[in-house]
């Protein structure tokens, strides 16, 4: 299989030469079903004959190659100001494949470090956000520095015991000390997770008093701004945008489709599985926040789109996810940014520059042309999926029209007012 991508045999046989001679074929075979083209195939066959002349030169043997021994190849090669692109991928592939066969062990787990009275607290109050609440995993991420923040400065850091002689005072003091140099949203999201943390203590009995009371609201006008949208011309210039003859196109037109239309959420579209498409019953299945799953109507053009893609786009990979990567290899979105990178794409080429360009500026497009079309804001907030009418309150303020004509004359005394 080595030959099938060299036009010259010389090049096929020094590979045969090497080393990882035997083990080449099923390496060539891993990297075609990942769906590398030839030409990256064979650049990688070029890292494999490098890397197995250095063994060579330096007699390792191939069960003595791992990736301490990378890394340190890879450093050597970059004290001398000779590095390749792709270099410890396409060896951690090679490794990756070894393994599978057996001719490598597999890698020992890192001794386990040990755990102080803190690491240990955090690990749980972790999995209370997991198992308890339901959260997803950026917001635990988000929540960690928050709180190992105050546990270091309010506690001992490696007793995390003292937690029950901390007071209101503490939480106070902490918070209002961090918040001044940072932005609104940053003393939300800290408030939000030190309420989380001390209820998560009082619940599991680490302190006596329930300290979530005690921290501070950060102030934040409510209903203060305006929801950023397109007109539905603009939304419409935006779907035309993408090329329906190319993959990408294909894929990206269905991504804006969802959320134009059913106003799904980035994440949601990330989550989104071949199971999820209910193809007979015309509807399609939402994971949405909290793990809550909904089920939403199949629109004639999201399914079109949707099954033009699956036919004639998506690459072949193991991933049930909906939407994969167009370059090899084929794996599913790892986060949101993806779709909100083929949002901004899109409005580049539709040449389209609203004060917002991530994948929510599409969600409030929605809502807000139903307010013109004359829904109410329940209606709005079932398509929305909101648990809360006070969420879709701010959607009440983007109908300008119909708000002068509520709105009374300013009081005047003559010519002055």
């Excluded at 209910?278 to 099954?307: C, F, M, Q, Y």
């Amino acid at each position: 299989m080595v030959e099938d991508f060299f036009v010259r045999p010389a090049a096929a046989q020094r590979l045969r030469s090497c080393a990882f001679s035997d083990h080449l074929d099923a390496f060539c075979a891993r990297l075609s079903g990942l769906g590398y083209p030839p030409a990256t195939i064979r650049y990688k066959l070029w890292v494999v004959d490098t890397l197995a002349r250095a063994m060579a030169a330096a007699h390792v043997a191939v069960i003595d190659l791992d990736d301490r021994y990378v890394s340190r190849f890879i450093a050597d090669r970059r004290r001398r100001g000779r590095t390749w692109w792709g270099f410890r991928k396409t060896v951690s592939q090679l490794i990756e494949q070894l393994r599978s066969t057996g001719v490598l062990r597999a890698s020992e787990p890192e001794p386990a470090r040990e755990s102080t009275p803190t690491e240990v607290l955090l690990a749980r109050y972790e999995e209370y956000l997991r198992r308890e609440r339901a959260l997803s995993e950026s917001t635990v991420k988000r929540n960690r520095p928050f709180v190992r923040g105050f546990i270091a400065e309010r506690c001992c850091s490696t007793d995390a015991t003292r937690l029950d002689r901390v007071g209101a005072k503490d939480v106070r003091e902490f918070l209002l000390g961090r918040i001044r140099h940072m932005a609104p949203s940053g003393g939300l999201s800290m408030g939000t997770a030190l309420r989380s943390f001390f209820r998560f203590l009082f619940l599991h009995g680490e302190t006596s008093v329930d300290l979530s009371l005690a921290v501070p609201t950060v102030r934040q006008w409510r209903l203060s701004s305006v929801p950023k949208y397109m007109v539905a011309q603009d939304v419409e210039r935006l779907l035309h945008s993408c090329d329906p003859s190319s993959i990408t196109g294909r894929r990206d037109r269905a991504v804006l489709l969802l959320l134009a239309r059913l106003g799904l959420r980035a994440g949601e579209v990330v989550a989104l599985e071949i199971g999820d498409l209910h193809w007979r019953e015309g509807e399609i299945t939402v994971r949405g926040k909290g793990s809550v799953r909904d089920r939403l109507p199949l629109l004639p053009d999201v399914g079109r789109a949707l099954a033009r893609y699956l036919r004639k786009g998506r690459p072949p990979g193991n991933s049930r996810r909906v939407f994969l990567c167009r370059q090899a290899p084929y794996r599913a979105f790892s986060s949101h940014s993806a779709v909100t990178s083929i949002v901004r794409h899109a409005l580049a080429r539709a040449g389209l520059a609203p004060a917002k360009r991530g994948a929510h500026l599409l969600r409030h497009s929605l809502a807000t042309g139903m307010v013109r079309r004359g829904a109410s804001l329940a209606e709005i907030g079932q398509v929305l999926r909101h648990r809360s009418l006070n969420t879709t309150e701010i959607y009440s303020k983007v109908d300008f029209g119909a708000l002068r004509e509520v709105a009374m004359p300013w009081p005047t005394t003559g010519r002055a007012r």
